[in-house]
């Protein structure tokens, strides 16, 4: 069976630090692999998604960036934190037009 | 890109009674349609899902119905519980991103 693995679930970081989550997805290959956003007590807003190694589309501008070095590894960076990238962050994973699957997500306090 | 617009924001019933939410798309491609329930500090967790080509689909207490022509689908939950209070997003699958588009969610408060 297919399983998400996505670290740290807790993170307080300065403003101006660096920033970097970290998806995995065992079980399946070639997945469609997202990145989500949720302010406190908001919905879910799509980052970024990748359709397959090396491919990032990003939705919104910011300063954050994504990568995907292995075919089920999804990693959210960022150079230097703002305020604003307060929130709870999601990798998901889904093959197309399938159900997708959310990881446990991480809890970003940016202070 | 898709659109979805999600109603009401909260919903307070009490236990035994009948919820119903309510979710608008703008995409006619759109052609995969989830409802998720989240929990405080929780993950987003797959409760129901239905595809173009289905009107109706149902799993025990929980019912999701789309009206393709009209671009709205909607969730039932039948004989709520106390368990069932949490935020409740629905979703459109957005066919250009491969990805899907998520309404705003639904507070629910069931009350013993």
């Known amino acids: 069976s297919q399983t998400i693995h996505q670290w740290p679930a807790t993170l307080v970081q300065p403003v101006g630090s660096p920033l970097s989550l970290e998806c995995t997805v065992e079980?399946?290959?070639?997945?469609?692999l997202y990145w989500y956003r949720q302010a406190a007590g908001r919905g879910l807003q799509l980052l970024f998604y990748?359709?397959?190694?090396?491919?990032i589309s990003s939705e919104v501008p910011q300063n954050l960036s994504a990568s995907r070095p292995q075919d089920r590894q999804f990693i959210l960076s960022s150079k230097k934190l703002l305020l604003s990238d307060s929130g709870f962050y999601l990798c998901?994973?889904?093959?197309?037009?399938?159900?997708?699957?959310f990881g446990s997500g991480t809890q970003l306090s940016v202070l | 890109g898709e659109n979805v617009e999600q109603h009401p924001s909260t919903l307070s019933v009490q236990e035994g009674d009948s919820a119903v939410i309510k979710c608008t798309y703008s995409?006619?491609?759109?052609?995969?349609f989830p409802w998720y329930k989240q929990e405080l500090g929780k993950r987003p967790q797959l409760i129901i899902d239905?595809?173009?080509?289905?009107g109706e689909k149902k799993d025990q207490r929980i019912a999701v119905t789309l009206n393709k022509t009209a671009k709205h689908f909607s969730l039932h939950i039948t004989e709520t519980q106390p368990e069932d209070s949490a935020v409740y997003f629905c979703?459109?699958?957005?066919?250009?991103?491969?990805?899907?588009?998520f309404g705003s969610g639904t507070r629910l408060q069931v009350q013993p």
């Open positions: 239905i595809r173009s080509n289905v």
């Open positions: 990748s359709v397959g190694i090396g491919q």
């Open positions: 079980g399946t290959s070639n997945p469609n």
């Open positions: 979703a459109a699958s957005d066919t250009g991103r491969r990805a899907l588009t």
């Open positions: 998901a994973w889904r093959r197309d037009n399938e159900k997708l699957f």
């Open positions: 995409d006619s491609a759109s052609n995969y």
